[in-house]
């Protein structure tokens, strides 16, 4: 499975990730690992948009309940976001990656608000520019809020990064004979209850404007670069 390079991608990033060896909260030394990884997708000069996930601190769906309605809850994942969008943009401008956040929420004190105009102009002054507060509305994810921002910025391509190598043809947890797939229309993809690596509501907004995704395992050296720049890893939805 070999794509054209692409010159803008959308990495979306879930807070799972950006918690690297520990169980929550933020892996900084793993995130400066990931900053180097993302380096070198803007050091071939493909434009990257992060949308960052939440779920390190707190999840809308989760939390809510015995008392706390489910829009409070989804308030709190989305301020959980913004607390990932700061960390990560501190650490890429730390490793020499200009970056900065932008927010899907009101918080003028801790950052700007997102506008397709900075957006465009961050990007094209070769800043990677990370997403907070999702779409900014309660009962999403940021995996749908990652598909709507990637069609929002004409990315040609959203890649999941996971901690696995893509989709399977079962579950490799209970199958030992699970077997990674290279490829999957997203037709398959919505009808597999197994498949839970991306939301359904995702993967139906990316079918009806035929966006791609790739699902890939971020975790190996020069992944999130292979896949931006169309190189053969993880699964191709699409
Ligand atoms: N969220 C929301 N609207 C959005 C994006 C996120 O309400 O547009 C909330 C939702 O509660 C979600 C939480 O923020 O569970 C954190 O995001 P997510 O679960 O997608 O984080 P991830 O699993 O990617 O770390």
């Known amino acids: 499975m070999t794509t054209q390079p692409y010159t803008r991608v959308l990495l979306k990033l879930s807070g799972e990730q950006l918690s690297g060896k520990f169980d929550s909260g933020i892996d900084s030394e793993f995130g400066a690992w990931l900053a180097a990884e993302i380096k070198k997708v803007v050091n071939k000069g493909i434009q990257v948009v992060i949308m960052v996930g939440g779920g390190n601190y707190a999840r809308g769906a989760q939390l809510a309940g015995h008392g706390i309605q489910r829009v409070t809850a989804d308030n709190i994942g989305m301020l959980a976001t913004m607390m990932n969008g700061l960390a990560l943009a501190d650490i890429c401008n730390a490793h020499e990656l200009p970056a900065l956040v932008i927010t899907n929420i009101k918080a003028d004190q801790v950052a700007d608000q997102f ?3 900075r957006a465009e102009s961050h990007l094209a002054k070769g800043r ?36 696995v190598d893509g989709v399977y043809d079962k579950d490799p947890s209970k199958h030992k004979d699970a077997v990674k797939v ?3 229309s997203f037709q398959d993809a919505l009808a597999d209850e197994a498949i839970r690596v991306m939301d359904k509501a995702a993967l139906g907004l990316a079918l009806e404007h035929e966006l791609p995704i790739i699902v890939f395992n971020a975790n190996q050296a020069d992944n999130i670069v292979k896949a931006a720049h169309g190189d053969s890893t993880g699964t191709l939805i699409g």
Do not use: F, M, N
């Open 115 to 117: 506008t397709h105009r």
């Open 128 to 163: 990677v520019v990370i997403v907070a507060g999702g779409i900014g509305r309660p009962y999403l994810t940021t995996d749908t809020a990652a598909v709507a921002l990637a069609l929002e910025l004409d990315c040609q391509v959203v890649l999941k990064a996971t901690k």
């Open 182 to 184: 290279d490829q999957i």
